[in-house]
């Protein structure tokens, strides 16, 4: 079975500061995407940045990096400048690419930004 | 595309009655996952469909939920009998096999009395 696991339920930082949450993960693939969702208080579930395994250049989105280490299976989200609107629970996901899109969540991190 | 949608946003019921949600998936979409999501359970897959086949329910808790997908834009999530155990937000998600990350509705707040 593939676990995730998030070992900070929760964060906080102050406005336009740089903080990065961790994600780590098991599986014997070699194939596989990552994947980091926001959850505002709003509930709506949102993807902030994709990974694919074979590519070893860490995806950016905006503000948003992550910090990809395979042999380690660490994959962290790092949020710079941060934003009132970040204050959210994040998820990190991982999806093998052998045997359909299902996803193995994390437990989640919930990160307060402080004005 | 409107994204994925779900119906309603709100339930609440009464023990022991029939709960039904609903959902439409982004058009184009081949894959669609029911998920629960609560404070201590997290969120929690229960089914998820192939060009409207079930692959996995290992995830739905007891023959009290079933879920259909009678057609590529429409499936249900059925709860019958309702317990308050079975309290929670309902999130369907959907995705395609050429791009895989998944894209979730608004959710379904239950809530069973």
């Known amino acids: 079975a593939q676990t995730v696991t998030q070992s900070q339920p929760e964060m906080s930082v102050q406005e336009a500061e740089t903080v990065t949450l961790s994600c780590t993960y098991d599986?014997?693939?070699?194939?596989?995407?990552l994947f980091w969702y926001k959850q505002p208080p709003s509930r709506q579930m949102i993807l902030v940045i994709r990974q694919e395994a074979y590519k070893q250049q860490n995806a950016t989105e905006n503000r948003f990096s992550v910090n990809f280490q395979k042999a380690a299976k660490s994959f962290s989200l790092k949020i710079s400048d941060s934003q009132l609107g970040d204050t959210a629970m994040y998820f990190c996901?991982?999806?093998?690419?052998?045997?359909?899109?299902?996803?193995?969540f994390g437990t989640g991190t919930s990160l307060t930004v402080i004005p | 595309d409107a994204g994925v949608i779900q119906s309603p946003r709100h339930e609440v019921t009464e023990m022991g009655q029939e709960v039904t949600l609903r959902c439409k998936p982004i058009?184009?979409?081949?894959?669609l996952f029911w998920y629960r999501q609560t404070m201590m359970r997290g969120l929690e897959l229960l089914i998820y469909?192939?060009?409207?086949?079930?692959?996995?329910d290992s995830g739905m808790p007891e023959d009290r939920f079933s879920a259909k997908m009678p057609n590529a834009s429409f499936s249900t999530l059925k709860i019958q009998p309702s317990e308050p155990r079975d309290s929670a937000v309902y999130f369907c998600a959907s995705s395609s096999s050429r791009e895989y990350e998944q894209y979730f509705g608004p959710g379904t707040r239950l809530t069973v009395t």
């Open positions: 058009s184009g979409h081949d894959y």
């Open positions: 996901a991982f999806m093998r690419t052998n045997t359909g899109n299902q996803f193995y």
């Open positions: 599986t014997s693939e070699n194939n596989y995407y």
């Open positions: 469909f192939n060009n409207n086949v079930p692959i996995d």
